[in-house]
Each structure stands twice: as C-alpha cells, then as structure tokens.
C-alpha cells in the first residue's frame, strides 16, 4: 500500500463533519475534495461515490466507512480522512452508525491499484487502536498527524 502521506493531505483531513446522513455527508466530502482538487467537478465526485454506495454499504462495521470510487478526472489516487461530529447510519454489518471515515477515489483505468490500496485501508482501519488515535483528535491537523505518523 501507499503510505497515506502520499494520498492524504492537511486540506483534505476534517475533524468533527457534520453530515446527519449519508448523503448530506457525501455532499460534504465532494466539497471537500473538489476545493482542494479543482480539477475534480464536485458534481462528478458526489455521484460516483452515490453510485458506489448504491451497489452495496461501504460501511465495515465498529463505526468505520470506507467509501470509494472511481473518478474520470482523478490522475492519482487520493485519500479523504474524516471523523464525524455525529454518528451517520451506514448500514454497516454491525449496524453501528459510522463516525469514522477514510474516502478514497483513483483514476477510473486503476483497478489493481485500487483494490491494492482499499486493501490496504482496510487492514489499517482494522487496527483498534490506530482508530481510537484517530478518534481522539481534537482538531484537523492533530488527526492528520495521527494518521501519519501511525503508519510511517
């Protein structure tokens, strides 16, 4: 897998989302994600990540979400890390409302590399305490950090 500074950035790391459901919280990664990558249409990002929810829940159960897509402007791989100010029901396994949420979108032609690093993800989002780091920030930055650091 990439190490996640390669595909995750400050700007596109957000402690506390709001976002009351699944969708009003995908409205608010594709914002996030098209603000820092102009060249990524918000419109695009929001329906392909609606259209890979739509085949099944991208919720792993124990609050996390791994929401993924591809995207036809998207020229590499990149990671959205968010925790959730309120819990958000993802109809994971488990049925516990998500609160903890790393995004990732790849060019539309990268199938290994995509199962490659959504592998690698979720092994990393499988790890208990690594999650209970991430969900101890306080801010952006510190939850970027955390990120960071913990697998590098």
């Known amino acids: 897998m990439q190490p996640l500074s390669e595909?995750?950035?400050?700007?596109?790391?957000v402690?506390?989302?709001?976002?009351?459901?699944?969708?009003?919280?995908?409205?608010?990664?594709?914002?996030?994600?098209s603000d820092d990558q102009p060249s990524l249409p918000h419109d695009e990002v929001f329906a392909q990540l609606i259209a890979r929810e739509k085949l099944g829940s991208t919720g792993l159960g124990q609050g996390i979400a791994i929401p993924h897509c591809r995207v036809s402007h998207c020229t590499e791989p990149l990671g959205t890390l968010l925790t959730l100010e309120v819990p958000v029901d993802f109809e994971a396994p488990d049925d516990l409302p998500v609160d903890l949420l790393f995004v990732l979108?790849?060019?539309?032609?990268?199938?290994?590399?995509?199962?490659?690093?959504?592998?690698?993800?979720?092994h990393l989002f499988s790890q208990a305490e690594?999650?209970?780091?991430?969900?101890?920030?306080?801010?952006?930055?510190?939850?970027?950090?955390?990120?960071?650091?913990?697998?590098e």
């Open 7 to 13: 595909i995750l950035t400050p700007a596109r790391t």
């Open 15 to 33: 402690c506390h989302a709001p976002g009351s459901s699944k969708k009003k919280l995908f409205e608010t990664i594709a914002k996030i994600i």
């Open 105 to 122: 979108l790849v060019p539309e032609e990268a199938h290994q590399q995509h199962l490659d690093i959504l592998a690698g993800i979720a």
């Open 130 to 151: 690594f999650c209970t780091r991430l969900r101890t920030a306080t801010d952006s930055r510190a939850l970027y950090d955390i990120a960071i650091s913990s697998v």
